[in-house]
């Protein structure tokens, strides 16, 4: 089985989707800055988005390591346990990075936006996620777990401008 990474490489039309609407992009794997983990674990970045944010592994391991967002305003989150878990988070919610609530009704909200724009989005998701050979789960399961995996990191998970030694601000915060 090849690495998911492989296959988004190798397949335009999921590659394309996972670009717009889901702003990741494979060939956008370097930081602007320099950072670290708070940990010291290993820190890899391997995509990024449009508007300066990366994807980074943290730790040891292959895809099934956790997944690091950090934006280029210096805020950071947790977002997934594994490429798997992502991807299914880009699929199925690409508006992740605007929820504050983590409800179905926000969840529903921002769907209607992107459906609006994008009438054909169900069509696209069904299709990269054939092509990646992952299930669409229901969308209150990848929001419940962007919020638990997100506002229950430890800080171990922190990310630390070197330079400075300074923390990056949480992307979410949950009362």
Known sequence: MPSLIAVIANDAETARFLAWPGDFELDRADHVEEVHLASGAVLEGFAGDGAG????????????????????????????????????????????????????????????????DMPDLPARQRHAADALGLGLPPAAEVVARLRETATGAGPEFDLVFTPEQTTYERLFQVS
């Open 53 to 116: 944010g990366t994807y980074f592994f943290c730790g040891d391991g292959g895809e099934e390591r956790p997944v690091l967002y950090a934006d280029s305003e210096g805020g950071a989150a947790l977002v997934a346990i594994g490429l798997r878990s992502l991807l299914q988070l880009l699929l199925v919610a690409p508006w992740w990075r605007d929820f504050r609530e983590f409800t179905e009704q926000e969840n529903s909200e921002l769907a209607a936006e992107y459906l609006n």
